[in-house]
């Protein structure tokens, strides 16, 4: 039951230097996706949750939980940008490979549109216990300890009086800079490339 939640059906029957290869093929892009982001219309965008839940999918629960925990160190160490190490972004993302490796390799549905209602399932889990649970929490209680910036007191007068609440400061990530809308692109995609992915000769249903 361990080695089932550790590896996807595609890596348990992989000898220990394929399965160290596969682990460290996915990590690789991890960290690309943790490194590397992109601008558009003052919206941050990453394929960092999309790259989360593939790397669950392709390496299994833990497998996947593990690369993404390192991919973001390793991503942090590259393109820092002179901010500290904030612990709780791995964390999201290994969660959300986590989610989607027991979802897409520990869950038997068999119907048709199977593929579809996992990825519904594994959007909603990710987005719920990854990005708003941990993620925004973590930046929340941070930014709360070191004093909140002009910008989101500024929000916060402006929107919220002088309460300077979780879900005051949620509403300022997600929809005053734009966040969900890098969430929504990300599932967007999830759509598109989780079929593709499982077509793959060496991806095993």
Request: a positive charge; proline letters at 1%; hydrophobic letters at 50%.
């Amino acid at each position: 039951m361990l080695k089932k939640l550790m590896f996807s059906k595609t890596l348990i029957s992989k000898t220990v230097a394929k399965k160290i290869a596969y682990i460290a093929v996915v990590t690789a892009f991890t960290v690309v996706s943790n490194a590397f982001e992109f601008k558009f219309s003052d919206v941050q965008f990453s394929l960092t949750v999309l790259i989360s839940i593939l790397s669950g999918i392709i390496l299994g629960a833990g497998s996947g939980f593990c690369a993404c925990l390192i991919g973001d160190f390793l991503g942090y160490i590259i393109n820092s940008s002179g901010y500290i190490y904030m612990f709780w972004v791995g964390l999201t993302t290994a969660v959300m490979a986590f989610i989607s490796g027991v979802i897409f390799n520990n869950i038997k549905l068999n119907f048709k549109g199977a593929i579809i209602v996992k990825t519904i399932i594994v959007c909603l889990l990710t987005f719920l216990l990854g990005t708003i649970l941990i993620n925004t929490t973590g930046f929340y209680v941070y930014n709360k300890t070191i004093g909140f910036s002009p910008a989101v007191l500024q929000y916060f007068e402006s929107a919220f009086g002088s309460e300077k609440s979780y879900l005051a400061y949620a509403c300022y990530r997600f929809f005053f800079k734009g966040q969900i809308y890098n969430s929504l692109f990300n599932y967007g995609l999830a759509f598109i490339v989780i079929p593709l992915i499982k077509k793959l000769p060496f991806i095993k249903d």
